[in-house]
């Protein structure tokens, strides 16, 4: 503070010097030379020193968001305890998830629109070779804490999907990719099987 203190007086007398300062118009070249003295090094230092103290401390947008997301799960545990997570029933939401079946000469494929889908949950059902159940789980987002508006869905979901032709659980393949799950199940006739679970290493 006194370093600071000492700058802004020595600045200050540089200041007076120059308002002092008389420009003879037919010799100006005497004033100029009179103006470099006082504008010496020390002078551009003390302005260098003054500007440094002046700047303020910005903080970058990505921080500021961070900050307030923080504070609000602060406040967030303090309230009374949030609903559980959705669980998603067949009867409730009969057309979760959002559903394609393609049928080809040798597959039927099943693709279902499952973004934030937990990889490690999917459980098939082949229930009769005409209908497969559909289990699983979709995450919750990590601030789900902080939530103020909601509009996507989060926890356990149940589907049952009817096919078009009949299927066996020989050779069914299961993939998972830009938030498409993908079934391929095998056409078959024979009438065989009645039930069969298996779950899906995506």
């Not at 559903?99 to 040798?106: A, L, S």
Request: proline share 4%; with cysteine; hydrophobic share 35%.
């Amino acid at each position: 503070m006194k370093n600071l203190q000492e700058t802004m007086k020595q600045l200050q007398k540089a200041s007076e010097s120059l308002s002092r300062l008389s420009i003879d118009q037919e010799h100006p070249w005497k004033a100029l030379s009179q103006m470099n003295q006082i504008l010496d090094t020390n002078f551009w230092e003390n302005l260098v020193v003054l500007s440094k103290h002046a700047a303020p401390t910005v903080q970058s947008q990505p921080q500021e968001i961070t900050t307030k997301v923080k504070k609000a799960k602060k406040r967030r545990t303090k309230a009374p305890s949030a609903a559980p997570s959705t669980v998603l029933v067949e009867e409730e939401h009969s057309f979760f998830p959002t559903t394609d079946v393609f049928q080809t000469d040798h597959l039927v494929i099943v693709c279902c629109e499952l973004p934030g889908f937990a990889r490690d949950s999917l459980e098939v059902t082949l229930l009769d070779q005409r209908v497969i159940e559909l289990r699983g789980r979709i995450r919750e987002h990590v601030y789900a804490p902080s939530r103020v508006h909601t509009e996507r869905t989060s926890g356990s979901f149940c589907r049952k999907i009817e096919l078009p032709v009949s299927v066996g659980s020989k050779g069914m393949k299961a993939q998972y990719q830009d938030g498409l799950l993908e079934l391929y199940l095998v056409r078959d006739q024979t009438m065989r099987e009645k039930k069969a679970t298996f779950r899906a290493n995506l």
